[in-house]
Each structure stands twice: as C-alpha cells, then as structure tokens.
C-alpha cells in the first residue's frame, strides 16, 4: 500500500528527474497516470495548457514537455524557480562535451586550496558536514565561481551549480530515511580526489540526460499560489501543495538555498516559509498568533477539527490549530483564484495527504472536496494512493475535479 513507485524515490534513476531530490515530491509514475486516465494523449482531445501551481522540482512540467505537451510553472521559491527553468531548458550539445572537457581537465590540477574560502552561514552546519569536507566544497564552489561565474537561469554551465548542490548532499551526514531530515551520528571524511571523483560522476550523468531534448514547452513563473497572478488558461492542473503536516520545505531545501546564495540567514528562512502554503520555519510559526482568518466559507468539519486541536494541548494546542486552518484559508484562497485560470470543463489532481495533531486527524481529503463544493466544481471525487508510513491512517489522496464555467 505504501506504493513507492508513487514517491520521489520512483524518480532518482530517471533522467532529469533524479537530478535533485525533494522528499515530499510524487513521481513522474503518478503524473503519467493521471494525464493517461485525463486521454491527454487522444488526438481528438489533446491537453495544450497544463498548469503545477506548486510546482516544487517540475515534476509535472518535465513529464508534460517529454510528451509534447505545454506546461506552465508556478512557485514561490526562488531556488525551486531557478532550478526548474535549468532542469526544464534544452541544452546545446556540443556545448555540454565542452563544458565536461573543460571539467574533467580542470579537476585533475585542482587542488584544495588553504585559503578561507566562502562558507555558508548555516545554523549547525557542523551537523551537516564536517571541517575537512567543508573545505573541499568550499574549494570547489569557488572554482565554479571564478572559472564558469555565478549562477543564472539560462546558461548551460548552470548544470554544474545542479551537480555541486547535489554533491553537498551526498557528502552531507544527512538521513532522508524519514519524511523530515535527520542525521547520522557522525559527519563522513572524504579524501579531495574522491568529493572531485563524485562530483565529475554527478555531473557526467545530468549532461548525459541533458542532451534529450524536451519535445514540449516548459513556462516558469514565481509568484504566491493563492493569488495566481498572472496571465492564462488552462485545461489541466497536476499539482501536489504542502500537507498540512508541519513538514517545511526550507529545512531539506536550507542547505542548497545556502551554498548557491538564495540564502542568507535562518530570518530569510522563515519570511519565505510564511509567505507559503504551509510554512512551519521560524517566524512562520511565531506570527500565527497574530493572524486571522480571510474566508468565512470553510467546512464546519474543518472548524471542528481545529476546535479539537485546541484543547488537546494545553501549550501548543491553540497554535496548531491556527496553523491547520491557516493552511485551509489558503488554500481556499488558491482554489477561488485557480478558477480564473481555468477553460470550461477543466479538470484538477491535487495530490494531498491527511495528519493528525494530538490523536486528531486532520481528513484533508474530506475538507479539500467540501471547499470545492462550495466553489461549485463538479465531478469531485477522492482515492487512496498509497499509505506514507507505518503509522495507521496516514494516507496520501489524488483529489479530482472538473471545472464548469
């Protein structure tokens, strides 16, 4: 029931997909499901216009173009956008054989140099990595700096800032065993010939990928998902938001936003992570105190769940709820705006999962299809994808609509 093949683990062989991880992403297994079950493919009904308003890794939008199809991108990280218009761009290839020449020759007279090179501000970077290892990166981001220069979004040497973030990770003492980050007990020590041996491998296999052409469109767009404000409309949205679980994304995203310079401190963390769905990360929690609810239309089976929360905890309780029904404002505010996006008989697969706070359960699926109700979708249905752990009752759930005009 647990059904990996519908997790990111489905993806880190795949091509593109396995360029970069991010645990709560669904696999590209999924996105096909649902555009076969959708006859995207039927020449007699093709899908032009597809629309991931949380787009994450472009999941969604990768899967569409390898299939020919228009996708556009929606987010409001600016790291998931950046990566997301390299991961979805066509590449020269003779550029790429350049540029792994280059690489590969550089490297083998590089060394670690002494000096004190940049090291990101990271709270408890020790964790992560140790004395030793940090230096060899170090080392090596400042080669890409000063040889290839700074990140951008067009460039094809942008592919090398994709292979040192996922190089920090892999030489990192983090644990993604679990939906949240951990760590082992002990940071690992890598000789320099080895971190510039992984890092030519990682490198070698995302331009080995990169020379298939994506035969669709890809458009990226940053913005806040409950507003949508931008132009355009669409006949299909394959898209998985945050749950309303407490799971940050700025904590498994941190150490990349770091290194590549998308962030500067943990109050830049948290300002983002209170501008999302969701966010958890700092200050995101601290001003929950502080907010009030936008929509008077949400599910009394929401109002009693959060009315639960809060007298389930004495300390924490009052918060957690607040946050839970935060997160269903927003998306409620998502939903009422998506719908000027959407052509008549539109349909919509959000891919959601339920939680539970102090033993109540929080039935996203339930709320999810009652606020759709009240924005007069029709067709609206809900199943059972898979179970995410080995906890009882926690589920993930593809909740389908169509949209009448």
Same mark, same amino acid.
């Given at each position: 029931m647990?059904?990996?093949?519908?997790?990111f683990?489905?993806?880190? &062989?795949?091509?593109r997909?396995? @360029?970069l991880r991010?645990?709560p #992403? /669904?696999s590209?297994? +999924?996105?096909?499901e649902?555009?076969q079950?959708?006859?995207?493919?039927a020449?007699?009904?093709p899908?032009?216009?597809?629309?991931?308003?949380?787009?994450?890794?472009?999941?969604t939008?990768?899967?569409?173009a390898e299939?020919?199809?228009n996708c556009?991108?929606?987010?409001?990280?600016?790291?998931?956008?950046?990566f997301?218009?390299?991961k979805?761009?066509?590449?020269n290839?003779?550029e790429?054989?350049?540029i792994?020449?280059?690489?590969?020759?550089?490297?083998?007279g590089?060394?670690?140099n002494?000096?004190?090179y940049?090291?990101?501000?990271? &709270?408890?970077?020790?964790?992560? @990595?140790n004395?030793e290892t940090l #230096? /060899?990166?170090?080392? +090596?981001?400042n080669?890409i700096?000063?040889?290839?220069?700074?990140?951008n979004?067009?460039?094809?040497?942008?592919l090398?800032?994709?292979?040192?973030?996922k190089?920090?990770?892999?030489?990192?003492?983090?644990?993604?065993?679990?939906?949240?980050?951990?760590?082992?007990?002990?940071?690992?020590?890598?000789?320099?010939?080895s971190v510039?041996?992984m890092?030519?491998?990682?490198?070698?296999t995302?331009?080995?990928s990169?020379?298939?052409?994506?035969?669709?469109s890809?458009?990226?767009?940053?913005g806040d998902?409950?507003?949508l404000?931008?132009?355009?409309k669409f006949?299909?949205?394959?898209?998985?938001p945050?749950?309303p679980n407490r799971i940050?994304?700025?904590?498994?995203l941190?150490p990349?936003?770091?290194w590549l310079?998308?962030?500067?401190n943990g109050?830049?963390?948290?300002?983002l992570?209170?501008?999302?769905i969701?966010?958890t990360?700092?200050?995101?929690?601290?001003?929950?105190?502080?907010?009030?609810?936008?929509?008077?239309?949400?599910p009394?089976?929401l109002?009693?769940?959060?009315?639960a929360?809060?007298?389930?905890?004495e300390?924490?309780?009052?918060?957690?709820?607040t946050?839970v029904?935060?997160?269903?404002?927003?998306?409620?505010l998502?939903f009422s705006?998506?719908r000027?996006?959407?052509l008549?008989?539109?349909?919509?697969?959000?891919?959601?999962?339920?939680?539970s706070?102090y033993?109540n359960f929080?039935?996203?699926?339930?709320?999810?299809?009652?606020m759709?109700k009240e924005l007069?979708f029709?067709?609206?249905?809900s199943?059972?994808?898979?179970?995410?752990?080995?906890?009882?009752n926690?589920?993930e759930?593809?909740?389908s609509?169509?949209y009448?005009?």
């Amino acid at each position: 029931m647990q059904k990996i093949d519908y997790t990111f683990k489905y993806n880190t &062989k795949r091509g593109r997909h396995g @360029w970069l991880r991010l645990t709560p #992403a /669904y696999s590209i297994a +999924l996105v096909k499901e649902i555009l076969q079950c959708d006859s995207l493919f039927a020449t007699e009904n093709p899908a032009r216009n597809i629309l991931d308003p949380f787009c994450g890794t472009a999941t969604t939008g990768v899967v569409a173009a390898e299939y020919g199809l228009n996708c556009t991108l929606y987010d409001i990280n600016p790291f998931l956008i950046w990566f997301c218009k390299i991961k979805s761009k066509n590449f020269n290839s003779q550029e790429l054989d350049s540029i792994i020449k280059k690489v590969t020759d550089d490297l083998k007279g590089l060394d670690a140099n002494s000096s004190d090179y940049w090291i990101p501000p990271m &709270k408890n970077i020790e964790r992560w @990595w140790n004395k030793e290892t940090l #230096a /060899y990166l170090s080392s +090596l981001r400042n080669y890409i700096v000063t040889t290839w220069g700074k990140l951008n979004d067009t460039d094809d040497y942008n592919l090398l800032w994709i292979a040192f973030a996922k190089l920090c990770i892999e030489t990192s003492a983090a644990d993604f065993n679990h939906i949240s980050v951990s760590f082992k007990e002990e940071t690992a020590t890598y000789e320099w010939d080895s971190v510039k041996a992984m890092f030519l491998s990682i490198l070698l296999t995302m331009i080995d990928s990169a020379k298939i052409d994506l035969s669709g469109s890809v458009t990226i767009i940053e913005g806040d998902s409950r507003l949508l404000d931008f132009d355009g409309k669409f006949d299909t949205v394959i898209t998985s938001p945050p749950y309303p679980n407490r799971i940050s994304y700025i904590r498994e995203l941190r150490p990349y936003m770091y290194w590549l310079g998308f962030l500067e401190n943990g109050e830049e963390a948290g300002e983002l992570d209170w501008k999302a769905i969701g966010g958890t990360w700092g200050c995101a929690t601290s001003r929950l105190s502080g907010w009030t609810q936008k929509n008077t239309c949400l599910p009394d089976c929401l109002l009693k769940t959060c009315a639960a929360i809060s007298k389930s905890n004495e300390k924490n309780g009052k918060a957690m709820a607040t946050y839970v029904l935060k997160f269903f404002d927003d998306m409620y505010l998502h939903f009422s705006n998506l719908r000027t996006h959407l052509l008549p008989n539109a349909t919509i697969h959000y891919i959601l999962g339920n939680s539970s706070f102090y033993g109540n359960f929080v039935d996203t699926d339930v709320i999810i299809q009652e606020m759709l109700k009240e924005l007069r979708f029709d067709n609206i249905n809900s199943r059972i994808i898979r179970k995410r752990n080995s906890k009882s009752n926690l589920f993930e759930y593809l909740i389908s609509a169509k949209y009448v005009a």
